[in-house]
């Protein structure tokens, strides 16, 4: 069981997430201890980059505690829909992925019950949820070195940018004539 | 000119800004009085979900600055490569679209030029450049009222999870009879 989430204790690490996610979802409490684990398992010092594999509260945790963030580029988010983040050396695109370990969980049935779904919101247990999380810690999650295939390493620089002809905004020229929203992409009636 | 962002003085939301995005980048010094003034015109009180039209810095001070964060899905970033954002209503859809807007920067050539990608970093006069996101504040900035078209608004439940038969990782099952992972999108070597 680990008592710290990089330099917080846990307890402090459920007041920063209640101050950026809005409350301490289980899913950033227990992205906190992937984090630690991925960042132990880096070499010290090593620059490194995030992917994320899930869109779902896992980001939250990466953001809050490492250098990684959506808007800096660092955190590249890669909806697979799958619990599970890699931290990799910048540079050589070689790194580690966790995940959350259903196999693992044996243990702690209301964590496998809240992961697979397996009861509502109304049917969980939600103190014992909380309990099992902070003493599982680590324990229900598994690790192992990756390599980043090239493609999916963030591009870093976007190119030329120009106003686009029709909706008269900046936009990136690679996109095309006109801008994305332009192209039929506009989110707006 | 506007002093304060939000509830921060300038100078407070440069620290905050430096302490997540890891330095006070100008997209995301200016996303800041973007927030400020699409706060400022919703409705008060109103509950609202964020989209934001590019990953490029703005993301990181919707985060900062609103309770919608990528993990707990009420910010949703479009990559669509304009510098624009969008505050809407959770249940009618209906918000503010706020966009940097190129062809008010008449009096702030610098900004004009980092934005534009007139002059490469080397050729950048840093310090003017900040001096007239400060004095420019929401002065280069436009408004428009919109509404979003329902296939733009996230998505909240995923449904049921299983175990993937080929990982043996949990994954919606809407997504098929492996993950998506599985089929094809790995990342990794």
Redesign the interface.
């Given at each position: 069981m680990t008592s710290k989430i990089m330099s917080y204790s846990y307890d402090e690490y459920i007041e920063l997430v209640r101050s950026?996610?809005?409350f301490p979802?289980p899913?950033?409490l227990i992205g906190g201890f992937m984090v630690d684990l991925a960042v132990k398992n880096l070499p010290e010092g090593v620059l490194y980059d995030a992917?994320c594999?899930t869109?779902?509260?896992?980001?939250?945790?990466i953001?809050l505690l490492t250098?990684c963030?959506?808007?800096?580029?660092w955190l590249t988010?890669?909806?697979?829909?799958?619990?599970?983040l890699?931290l990799y050396d910048k540079y050589t695109h070689e790194g580690v992925?966790v995940?959350?370990?259903?196999?693992k969980m044996g243990p702690w049935q209301e964590v496998r019950n809240w992961?697979?779904?397996l009861k509502t919101k109304q049917e969980q247990d939600t103190e014992r949820l909380y309990r099992e999380i902070q003493e599982a810690g680590q324990d229900m999650l598994s690790l192992r070195p990756?390599?980043?295939?090239p493609e999916?390493v963030q591009e870093k620089h976007?190119g030329?940018?120009?106003?686009?002809p029709k909706?008269?905004?900046?936009?990136?020229v690679s996109?095309g004539e006109v801008?994305?929203?332009c192209q039929g992409?506009?989110?707006?009636?």
């Open positions: 950026f996610h809005g979802a899913g950033v992917l594999e869109k779902t509260c896992l980001p939250d945790a953001q250098p963030t959506i808007g800096n580029g988010v890669l909806p697979l829909g799958r619990y599970a890699s992925r995940y959350l370990d259903e196999a992961f697979m779904k990756v390599k980043l295939k999916f976007k030329k940018v120009a106003l686009c909706c008269g905004e900046s936009y990136p996109d801008c994305l929203g992409s506009d989110p707006y009636f």
